[in-house]
Nanobody, 126 residues
Framework: VQLQASGGGLVQVGESLKLSCELSGSGLQYLSVAWFRQAPGKEHEGVAGIGSGNGRTYYGDSVKGRFIISRDNVKNIVSLQMNSLKPEDTAVYYC????????????????????WGPGTLVTVSS
């Protein structure tokens, strides 16, 4: 399984940005996928996750109501629509996947994820 994130860039406060995570390989339908971010000097933070199967979604408290995660199982893309961006959203964003169903309790645990893509930088300027 390989993941490739794209869509990062420089935006102004309040603007929107959409990240995409393209999945390739075998067994993609069994993948749960999450977006994480890492700001300078900080730990990885779970942003949003989407489970395999019924596609249940999960969000970090800091992005609830602003970000939306979705997946296109035909194109094998998991997207992260980011709205009302704030300077504190500035970070390198990573998509990650694992071949089991994630739950609300575990979706943001980085140690569970087997597959990681290279990050894409999002900078929100004030």
């Amino acid at each position: 399984v390989q993941l490739q994130a794209s869509g990062g860039g420089l935006v102004q406060v309040g603007e929107s940005l959409k990240l995409s995570c393209e999945l390739s390989g075998s067994g993609l339908q069994y993948l749960s996928v999450a977006w994480f971010r890492q700001a300078p000097g900080k730990e990885h933070e779970g942003v949003a996750g989407i489970g395999s199967g019924n596609g249940r979604t999960y969000y970090g408290d800091s992005v609830k109501g602003r970000f939306i995660i979705s997946r296109d199982n035909v194109k094998n893309i998991v997207s992260l629509q980011m709205n009302s961006l704030k300077p504190e959203d500035t970070a390198v964003y990573y998509c990650a996947a694992l071949k089991i169903y994630i739950t609300e309790r575990y979706w943001s645990l980085t140690s569970l994820f087997d597959y990681w893509g290279p990050g894409t930088l999002v900078t929100v300027s004030s």
